[in-house]
Structures are given as C-alpha cells and as structure tokens.
C-alpha cells in the first residue's frame, strides 16, 4: 500500500515599520512533533503542497527597503543649508518631501502579496509625485531614480537611471535598480561589479549568500528557478555572477517581469509567457502551466498566496518547490545527497548564529524523515531529527523512535 507522507512547513511572515523591510525574519516557531504536522502548518501530502493556514508566507523579501532614508536625509540637508541659500533650502526640503512621499507609495505597492504590478492608483500616485520632483529639482539624482522606479522596469527609461547612478552610485537604491537594469540589458559584468560592492557593503549579506547559494544548489542541471523579493534575486545573481555557480540555472525573478523588453528576452530564450502584462499571481500559475518543458523551480520564499493555486503540482526539493506533475523518480536520493552532501546549511550548525532562514530547510527534513521512518534507519532517523530540533530550538532527541 502507498505510503502517505506528511509534509510540515511553517509559512510565517512579520512587518516591520516603514524603512524596515522585513528581511525573512521569523515569528517563534510553532511547535511539531515528528510524525505529524504541527498547529498552522503547511501540509504535503503525497508530495504536494497542500496550504490550508491563514499565516503569511515567510519571504526572503516581501518589500523592497524604502527609498527615503530619514537619517541620511536629515544629514544630505545639513550639508545643503551650510550654503546658507534660503530659497534653495526650501527647494530642497519641498523636494525631500515629495520624494519621500513617492517612496512610501512604492514602498506599499511592494508589500502586495498577491501581485508585483502596482495598483492603477499607486500608479497614478507615483507617477504624480514623479512629475513633481521634475517641476521642482529636474537635474536632481531623487528624480532620475524615481522616474525610473516609476516606470517599473521598463527599460525606455534607462538613461534616468544612468544619470542616478553617475551622480550618486553610493545610494543601495539607485544600485539595486542598476543591478537589475544591467541584468536584463545583458550586461553582467556590471551587474557583477555591483552586486560585489553590495556585498562588501552588506547590503546582500554573507547569511543571504549562503541561503540562496544553497537554493541555486536545490535546482536540477539546466533549470529555471523562480524568486520574488530582493534577497532572492540579487542573493542568486551574486552568486551566479561573482562565484560562477549555477550559470545553468536561469533565475526569473517575477519582480523583473513587469519589464516588457525583459518578458521579450524570456521569449526569445524559448519561454511562452501569458497575454496578460499584470504579474500576479494569476500570471505565474498560466507561466508555469505554459513552461512545463522548462524543469521549473520555485523559492520558497515566495509568499503563500501565490503557492497556494499551484499547491497539487508543487513538490519539496532542498529549498525550492519543483513544478510538475509528479515528484522526480529520484527525489528521494536527490533529497539525501542535498542534505548530507551537497548543501552548506549556513547557520544551521551548532555553536553558529542560526540563520534566519532555517526553517526554509523544514520541508526537506521533514521529507527525509519520512523516509527514514519507512526504511526503519534508526541512525539516519535520529541525525534528522537532531538537526530539525536544532531548527526549531528544541532539546536534542534522545531516543529515536517511530
């Protein structure tokens, strides 16, 4: 008879203030025993991705960090009133202002969990500030940004963005939107140089390195991986660009897919994209649906809502959920050469400072604990269980058990 196998996985997401991304943080765990699956948990049965909690996924990045930066500002405006020019200084406030309103707009649209698309009203909005930062300090690094960042991606508004990275290549924001804007020009080179100074600055840090490295090593040869946030995308493309892992894997961040020339180039590479222009959540159930031939894998970081149309053709490998319509045959051994070979599990030893992505990893013990169980490897079984204990905080398993 088929053994059922019982997936746990704890979606959880928190908000942070505005100017505080949430950043994959977790909420305290609920707790899990090890045959079943814990309080709110996310089940898979038979492989699949069954969603039935009401808590929000855990994403690496469910917004990107705000544009206006109070402390910078204040001391950008301390240095700008040494000049002493009264006119100008209100100038420059009026512009602070705006620009920071702009900010906050997008910064919203961001934190939509079921779409990447702004709201026609966020559109507006931004695009009504833009034109205001324009009539106030046209020649200013704020506006050339913010009429990019407007136009979400598109690339027709490129030479903006190129003037906002001349005049102020220190800015983390003006270097995430260059990174993406050398990313999908072609030009990695570039978007190697400053995704590296993101690094040493730790913008990316060492931590999303590490998790993303790990998730790169979750897809199979000549796949596509799927991401959402800024953590993910920039955490694979560091990765792939400076450390040359995993060029193989073509990382499609659902973020970048607003851009019209960037869904051109996906089509030129062989990929059906759907009609629609709105990227939801609607867009990457018909994407995935429309590429099954591409060996499609998704972040796991991507919110819940957007898993949870897909949830019987989504099956747990490493760190990602693979798109299909059955689990691999070699799923098993390839769980198991992940975990005890191939991944580098940053933060997840004892004695280090456990990553805040530890419970991404959830899925894949739970699996291999399954496993064991069947099998009756009681030496296997008790090293899962040791490492999903440490996960989750608990006392170390004495005994193993069934």
Known sequence: MKQTIFFSFLFLFSFISFGQPPNGYLNKPQSTNHLGVGENATNLSNGQLNLNTNIESNTLINMDSSYFKLDQKLEERENFGAQDDTKDLREYDKSLQVFSAFSLVRQNSKSNKFQRTPLAAEQAEMDSKVKQLELISPNSWEYQLAYYSAGNYNLERSAALEKAYEMNQENVEVQKQYVSLKYMNGDTLSAQNTLSMMSVNEVISLEVESYTSDVLTSCTLNSTLITHGFEDTYGAMLNQFSHQQRMDVKVISLDFLQSPQYREKLTELGYTLPKSTKIDVAYLGQFCALNTDK?????????????????????????????????????????????????????????????KFAMNY??????LEQKYIREENEVLLLQIRESMDQILGKKATKKSGY
């Open 295 to 355: 060996e499609i894998f998704l972040s796991v970081t991507i919110p819940r809502n957007y898993l949870e149309p897909l949830a019987k053709k989504l099956f747990p490998v490493g760190l990602t959920f693979q798109y299909a319509e059955n689990p691999a045959g070699d799923l098993p051994i390839r769980q198991e050469t992940l975990w005890f070979e191939q991944l580098n599990k940053y933060g997840l030893t004892e004695g280090e400072v456990r990553s």
């Open 362 to 367: 959830m899925p894949m013990l739970m699996y």
